[in-house]
């Protein structure tokens, strides 16, 4: 069985090393030989390797094409640093570049300290629940960077200038919204004690457990010195200003008490504080900042470093509207699906993609949170579901029937991978992509690496010839020498997709041709040949390597940081029932808040 | 008490939807610098267009490309023939400079600083183009992101010389993934991105503000200016507060959130100080939510060549396009994805007689999309043109610099279009075509050459020769081993 982070799976480029498939001489597929290569590639220390260029000749492959568009890209050139070796790639630019995550296996030491600016949604979120208003305007944050998928992570959260200038400008407008509604329920109107009392409890709500006399006393003068020239009200306004933009609100720390976090103490690993575990717990589960409950339970110094303790509020919280929003997040970010909105698809045809899409996204977070945390799914639930949440328009795209917001999937698609979201991720404009779809399974799903193509080598998809089958445009990947070594590990797989166009629609004839969707997957623990997307989706729901690997996105996520691949060990053992077989998603969630990464952080750089 | 007359605007001023030129350049004949006898700004706007370059319709009639350095006059004729690039742009030949054999060299090394090899390849992903198009800086793999190691150039100039505008420098997308490495272009000093704003109407806002005055009169200190410099100090000491706890990359953050601080601090003092004149006229917003990529385009030019004018901000780097542009308006249904439909179908040589037919049409399509670029370049031009400053216009005083994603062949990163433009307050000769690259034997076309990456010019020298044109007086940009200025531009 191929293992995961250990050591032995490591990766290397067609450049840095020859891997064993520049040994074979016969361009086909030969499954048999695959499966029989893990044996030899552990035995070796390689993974996935492919068959180096041998010489220049001119090739075709849609290697780089297939791949890069806004989001996702693999392109010539690529460095593929997935070293587990434990040695950290160097950082050229020095402490002010990216936080590069040590790599450990220590749940506790795979985040370093630091501070997380709080993303749009979660903005958004605290201002509601500090107002207890739903009604406010929403902030609309310039996009934040997406890394790896995720528009999460701690290093890519910025307070950038445009950023800031946007906060300036529309703090002021939530501040007119609630100042005067505000002022008048105080049933006060002057005063210094007026003014605290209006502010102490919002600061409280809105510092998350680092509201303290100092930050009380600034929001309070600055309210008296405004009103000096203007109105109480004013005054009041310009104090909510401050609250809505101060560093205590924009950002997450998790630094530990002062006194332990200091820089001149950098070289220590560092505990969290109570109010910063809880406010770590409750935006990782529902995207806002911990409830009265939580942040009583962050007066107790002990109470939240109990994993029961944080269990009991973790099931809590689930059951709050936020967690389906943030399963949801977490099943778009996954999937890879933030730059979808933005890809052309053909539009001809009785089933346009551009009257579906917002339902097809819909479609998978809310099927996926569903399935997570009604029905109590596994992985392989989420792989082989039947039916999903939709709209009558989705369920005519699908040519499914659909009754009380359920759609009953026609016998073609079941889970994930056979909604429209997913393929039509994973499609051209007009033709499904075997490639797109095959280096998904493989690299995301199974957390293998293929590398990208030779730098010297050309690539340019096959043409969209109107004769040929999807299928045979690929042809060249499995005749020529330079691009069958990889196109081998990913197209095999993406050909079980056949049934299914570039916008995730049906195909019931492939330009003429029948559609054939036999395909194979090798190199995994469920190697077989595929009838199917449905064959390899019932072959992906058992998988270990698969929940291996998603038991690794979901540890991404939650930590809201780049990490090292080889730092997966680090979810072996919290994961360890789940990759088992055993647990479902929601209880790999709660292992994952009961484990070290909640409580305890790496030193500062 | 307030001294001066703030005129609160609400930005209601919103255009019909319909509408994609603003309404505010008809007034417009004058820039706010005008008459201040305080010298002309010079200014600059880098601008990254999507896919590759064809040299065959960018390139102009009749040059010479015989040898390295070699400078060939041109005029509105050699602009004119068929599938012409640069023909919209033929009023404007005065002021256009064509560079032919810039590469990105730094960006063509293969994984950035990891590589052990060192060694450069001809194709590179689009990540490397982005990121080293205005950087030229060599791309850094961290784990799935790429990044260049230093700041682009209009930013490093806003950071230098910006200090007097509203904006130090901004970074705008039109219709482009510049969220993502591979259409990102503007980066900080530590070479993380800086997304562009793809809404005209937040492009305004940075630029304007919501409550911008228009006045004449002189200004003080007032009650307002006085309230929010007090919430600013306020959100000061609270970053301050934060950084004193952090370090390394932790405290980078808070240094770049003061840093912004700073900058909201000096806007309300400029804004105090120096309201928008009348003379620049009184800005207008456009309208919200708007998503078609030619309305995006228009309107974020638009937005900001009043923005120029109203010297709001000097220093501009824009994305314009993504890898997956539809662009249907130029093509109707027969492409579907600019990206795979068309750009990856171009295989383009160095002379046009070994095109296939298949090639040839991707390559006229190509074609197509850029002059369209230039098509809108050119009405920009045309109104920086029409606003007097000094003895002549804001364009004088805008040098842009246009560079594609790639030069000729698919994900090729040697000979990048990189087309001058404006600019004519600079010591930078226009109106000609400079070859800077050893010239291509057309019997060395087979696949790879890699000698040919130090037959050409890299753009670092190009981004030297600029930033002393602003008065920087530096021999490097984001590279040890390519120093020193590009002689051949003045």
């Given at each position: 069985m191929v293992q995961h982070g250990t050591g032995t799976m490591r990766m290397r480029t067609a450049r840095t090393a020859t891997a064993p498939f520049a040994a074979a001489t016969a361009p086909i597929v030969d499954s048999a030989l695959l499966r029989a290569l893990p044996a030899i590639l552990l035995a070796t220390g390689f993974a996935l390797g492919c068959a180096a260029p041998g010489n220049e000749t001119k090739a075709t492959a849609a290697g780089a094409s297939e791949r890069d568009d806004a989001g996702v890209d693999d392109a010539p050139g690529k460095k593929d640093d997935s070293s587990d070796d434990g040695e950290r790639p160097p950082s050229p630019t020095g402490d002010d570049k990216m936080v590069v995550q040590p790599v450990t296996c220590e749940l506790g030491e795979l985040v370093r300290a630091r501070v997380r600016r709080l993303t749009e949604k979660e903005f958004n979120n605290t201002v509601a629940y500090v107002f207890g208003r739903d009604d406010l305007p929403k902030l609309s944050f310039p996009q934040d960077p997406i890394a790896n998928g995720y528009a999460n992570k701690s290093e890519q959260l910025r307070v950038t200038g445009s950023l800031a200038q946007l906060l300036w400008l529309d703090t002021e407008g939530l501040a007119d919204a609630v100042a005067d509604d505000l002022v008048k329920a105080a049933g006060c109107n002057d005063g210094a004690d007026c003014a605290r009392s209006i502010l102490e409890p919002l600061a409280e709500r809105a510092y998350r457990g680092k509201s303290n006399s100092e930050t009380l006393d600034e929001l309070v003068s600055v309210a008296q010195d405004t009103a000096e020239g203007l109105s109480f009200e004013d005054g009041i306004k310009n104090a909510l200003r401050v609250l809505l933009q101060s560093s205590e609100f924009i950002y997450n720390t998790e630094l530990g008490a002062p006194d332990s976090s200091a820089p001149d103490k950098a070289g220590t690993g560092v505990k969290l504080t109570p109010g910063e575990i809880a406010s770590q717990l409750s935006y990782l589960v529902t995207g806002g900042p911990p409830d009265t409950e939580l942040l009583q339970l962050a007066n107790d110094s002990k109470a939240l470093f109990d994993p029961d303790t944080r269990e009991i509020q973790v099931r809590r919280l689930l059951q709050e509207p936020g967690a389906r929003e943030r399963i949801g997040d977490f099943a778009e970010q996954w999937m890879e699906l933030l730059a979808l909105p933005k890809k052309a698809k053909d539009v001809q045809g009785d089933k346009d993609w551009s009257k579906v899409l917002p339902d097809a996204l819909q479609e998978m977070r809310t099927t996926v949170a569903d399935a997570v945390l009604s029905d109590g799914a596994s992985l392989a639930d989420l792989f082989l579901f039947d039916r999903s949440r939709g709209t009558a328009a989705l369920a005519e795209y699908y040519d499914a029937t659909i009754e009380d917001g359920w759609i009953e999937l026609p016998e073609e698609r079941r889970g994930f991978l056979t909604l429209g979201a997913f393929l039509a991720d994973n499609g051209q404009a007009i033709y499904g992509s075997p490639v797109k779809r095959g280096h998904f399974v493989r690299v995301r799903l199974l957390c293998q690496d293929v590398p990208p193509p030779p730098a010297d080598l050309i690539v340019n998809p096959p043409?969209?010839?109107?004769?040929?089958?999807?299928?045979?445009?690929?042809?060249?990947?499995?005749?020529?020498?330079?691009?069958?070594?990889?196109?081998?590990?990913?197209?095999?797989?993406?050909?079980?997709?056949?049934?299914?166009?570039?916008?995730?629609?049906?195909?019931?004839?492939?330009?003429?041709?029948?559609?054939?969707?036999?395909?194979?997957?090798?190199?995994?623990?469920?190697?077989?040949?595929?009838?199917?997307?449905?064959?390899?989706?019932?072959?992906?729901?058992?998988?270990?390597?698969?929940?291996?690997?998603?038991?690794?996105?979901?540890?991404e996520f939650s930590a809201a940081a780049t990490v090292q691949k080889g730092s997966r060990c680090a979810v072996d053992e919290v994961a360890s029932e789940f990759v088992a077989g055993k647990a479902n998603i929601e209880d790999l969630l709660v292992a994952l808040t009961r484990s070290e990464l909640m409580t305890n952080r790496a030193p500062q750089q | 008490m307030a001294s001066i007359k703030h005129q609160r605007r609400q930005f209601i001023r919103a255009v019909g939807a319909s509408a994609t030129a603003l309404p505010f350049f008809d007034l417009l004949r004058s820039s706010a610098v005008q008459g201040q006898g305080s010298g002309d700004p010079l200014r600059l706007v880098t601008l990254y267009t999507s896919h590759g370059g064809d040299w065959i319709y960018t390139r102009p009639k009749g040059v010479n490309v015989s040898k390295r350095g070699v400078s060939s006059p041109i005029d509105a004729e050699s602009l004119k023939f068929e599938h012409s690039v640069l023909e919209p742009l033929a009023k404007h030949v005065s002021r256009m400079m064509v560079l032919e054999g810039v590469g990105m060299t730094e960006g063509l090394l293969r994984g950035g600083g990891n590589d052990p090899t060192q060694a450069r390849t001809l194709f590179v992903g689009h990540e490397h183009t982005a990121g080293n198009a205005f950087t030229g800086s060599r791309i850094e793999w961290q784990g799935e992101e790429a990044y260049p190691l230093g700041p682009s150039l209009e930013y490093?100039?806003?950071?230098?010389?910006?200090?007097?505008?509203?904006?130090?420098?901004?970074?705008?997308g039109l219709a482009a993934a510049t969220h993502s490495h591979v259409g990102c272009v503007s980066f900080n000093e530590s070479g993380q991105r800086l997304p562009g704003i793809g809404e005209p109407r937040e492009s305004f806002r940075q630029l304007f503000g919501d409550n911008f005055a228009v006045s004449e009169g002189d200004t003080g200190p007032d009650l307002e200016l006085r309230n929010n410099l007090r919430v600013v100090d306020a959100l000061q000491k609270s970053a301050e507060r934060l950084r004193g706890r952090l370090a390394g990359p932790e405290r980078a953050k808070l240094d770049e959130h003061l840093s912004a601080m700073a900058d909201i601090e000096s806007r309300l003092e400029a804004q105090s100080k120096a309201v928008i004149p009348i003379s620049c006229g009184e800005p207008s917003a456009p309208p919200e939510k708007v998503t078609d990529f030619q309305e995006v385009s228009q309107l974020q030019l638009d937005v900001l060549a009043q923005a120029l004018a109203c010297n709001r901000t000097r220093f501009v780097g824009m994305s314009w396009g993504s890898s997956i542009s539809k662009m249907e308006f130029l093509h109707g249904n027969e492409v579907a994805d600019l990206h795979s439909d068309v750009a990856h179908a171009v295989d383009v040589r160095d002379t046009s007689d070994e095109y296939t037919p298949d090639s040839l049409k991707a390559s006229q399509h190509m074609a197509q999309v850029n002059r369209w670029y230039a098509t809108q370049l050119a009405q920009f031009m045309d109104r920086l043109d029409s606003i007097q400053e000094g003895d002549g216009t804001v364009l004088d005083n805008t040098l842009i610099v246009w560079a594609q994603d790639f030069g000729p062949q698919v994900h090729g990163g040697l000979n990048v279009p990189y087309i001058l433009l404006g600019g004519g307050a600079t010591q930078f000769k226009m109106g000609r075509h400079l070859h800077i690259s050893d010239p291509v034997d057309p019997n060395e076309r087979q696949w790879p050459q890699l000698t040919r990456v130090e037959r050409s010019t890299p753009n670092n020298h190009l981004m030297i020769s600029i930033l002393n044109e602003f008065g920087i007086e530096t021999d490097k940009f984001n590279s040890e081993e390519f120093t020193g200025p590009l002689s051949d531009l003045t």
């Open positions: 043409a969209e010839d109107p004769t040929q089958s999807a299928r045979d445009r690929f042809v060249d990947h499995s005749t020529d020498k330079n691009c069958w070594g990889c196109h081998v590990l990913i197209d095999p797989i993406g050909y079980a997709f056949s049934n299914f166009d570039g916008a995730g629609r049906r195909l019931t004839d492939d330009n003429g041709h029948t559609v054939d969707t036999s395909g194979d997957l090798a190199l995994s623990d469920v190697d077989g040949a595929l009838k199917d997307a449905v064959d390899l989706s019932e072959k992906l729901s058992r998988s270990q390597q698969a929940r291996e690997c998603f038991a690794g996105h979901l540890m | 490093e100039l806003g950071q230098q010389l910006g200090g007097d505008t509203a904006v130090r420098s901004i970074q705008l």
